[in-house]
């Protein structure tokens, strides 16, 4: 794989917009923000919840910060450490090396993937496959890489059993044995970033090699406008529903292919990406009372099969951003930023004719920060951190417990009902993007940075 020279960060400032647009719309606080103060309050968050999951749920895939309990999250009674590795490179992000170093300690002693027990493929690469390779390339320990290998390696033989080299969604992580034929584009195809740079580190090109032929199968029966439906079958090797969709079943398939250009400047996944996200736009896109959304359309008719829009959606408004359809990432994220304004909390789903909540429960969804956060990449504008700030400061209003940050369970309700859950993705994606967007942290360079769809740093570490 041969990098690219041109990173996105270059190819936005070809593109055009000024640091200034959109300013006259920030509120006064906004403007005499003190982000290096926000930075420092975000670190403090982070590392007084990492003492009560230190406390009460070391090892454990997650905790839960209102009772004080702890639960799995991969295989019942087999934990593997999910929220202590998601945390490794935030930890490294924000200096906390102390915490960063047990965290290490603890996965070379005890995490061992030897385990007769099915698996969630797509969840266990991003999550423990992501967080190995992000905190590897942190501090250069060469156990955590070895760890990342073996666990890849099992993950290999989901590709392996099928004839099309669509991954099955579980396997035992022991036998190699495969369940679950069926899937979606979301389960299928978001390994490049992950396989691509675990290929490049230990000079195994099959990972990359089955992470790409994955997606171009999916790829390659698209529609005449250019769609995919969500669902798939593994061993069919056909889409087994009609709906396109921008979120559910299908998000991190269209992150994969802009990523894999960006780490290995792989010119057909650019192409691929460009292709997909204008098809989005053509068919996909609809008004509701002026307010860009993306609902779920037929892929071959494009006709709307249903109004709903979850929370998921928001990293699409990043995303355009990124390939260079800032215009219409500012519109639909102004369609995410009525829904924080409102509620409070994005709610999980809503109605987008209604622009009611579908569902009022929510998970401490990171997707609006990751999606401000790529647009603050490409130009610098102060709006994007005003509006992480707002997410910021509403989940410390809403989420805190007395053991760390949680789910919640009723978003409608004043004050918000709360769950019990901190789930893992909390360490590793949304007080990372606040984190990099407030403090601009030294062993970050914020222009070569690219993140995987678990914010685990692939790409522009300092050392």
Request: glycine fraction near 10%.
């Amino acid at each position: 794989m041969i990098r690219s020279n041109l990173h996105r960060r270059s190819a936005l400032a070809l593109i055009g917009g000024s640091a200034l647009a959109g300013m006259t719309g920030l509120p006064a606080w906004a403007r005499s923000e003190d982000w290096a103060a926000l930075g420092a309050d975000v670190k403090a968050e982070f590392k007084w919840a990492w003492d009560h999951y230190v406390a009460r749920a070391w090892g454990r895939d997650e905790i839960n910060p209102v009772s004080g309990t702890s639960q799995s999250f991969f295989i019942d009674g087999h934990d593997l450490g999910l929220s202590l590795v998601e945390a490794l490179d935030t930890l490294w992000i924000m200096e906390l090396d102390d915490e960063f170093q047990a965290g290490v300690d603890w996965v070379k002693a005890s995490l061992d993937f030897d385990i007769d027990g099915f698996a969630q493929v797509f969840e266990t690469n991003i999550r423990l496959v992501g967080g190995l390779l992000s905190a590897h390339l942190a501090s250069g320990d060469a156990t955590l890489l070895t760890k990342a290998d073996d666990l890849g390696n099992r993950l290999l033989k989901a590709f392996e059993a099928s004839p099309h080299g669509l991954p099955y969604r579980y396997v035992n992580l022991k036998t190699g044995a495969v369940r679950d034929p069926e899937t979606n584009l979301a389960e299928i195809g978001t390994y490049a970033a992950e396989f691509g740079v675990l290929g490049e580190l230990t000079g195994d090109e099959r990972y990359y090699a089955a992470a790409k032929r994955a997606m171009k199968h999916a790829l390659d029966i698209r529609s005449d406008k250019g769609l995919m439906a969500a669902n798939i079958h593994a061993e069919t090797g056909r889409f087994t529903s009609r709906n396109a969709s921008i979120d559910v079943y299908a998000d991190s398939f269209y992150e994969y292919l802009w990523d894999a250009w960006e780490l290995f400047g792989d010119a057909e996944m650019k192409l691929w990406a460009e292709e997909c996200i204008g098809a989005m736009i053509a068919h996909q896109g609809r008004r509701y009372d002026g307010r860009l959304w993306f609902p779920m359309v037929d892929y071959e008719t494009a006709e709307v099969t249903g109004t709903s829009q979850t929370v998921l959606g928001g990293y699409l408004a990043g995303l355009l951003g990124q390939v260079g359809r800032k215009a219409e990432g500012d519109d639909f994220l102004a369609s995410y930023t009525e829904m924080q304004a409102t509620f409070g909390i994005i709610p999980e789903s809503i109605d987008v004719t209604t622009r009611q909540p579908r569902t009022k429960r929510t998970g401490l969804r990171p997707e609006f920060a990751d999606a401000c956060l790529n647009l603050w990449l490409g130009d610098r504008d102060e709006r994007y951190r005003a509006l992480t700030a707002a997410h910021y400061r509403a989940m410390k209003e809403s989420s805190k417990a007395a053991y760390g940050y949680t789910s919640l369970a009723d978003i409608t309700t004043r004050p918000m009902t709360r769950g019990d859950n901190c789930p893992g993705y909390w360490w590793s994606e949304q007080m990372k993007y606040y984190y990099l967007m407030f403090a601009e942290p030294k062993r970050v360079d914020l222009g070569r940075l690219v993140l995987s769809t678990e914010a685990n740093v692939l790409q522009g570490f300092v050392r």
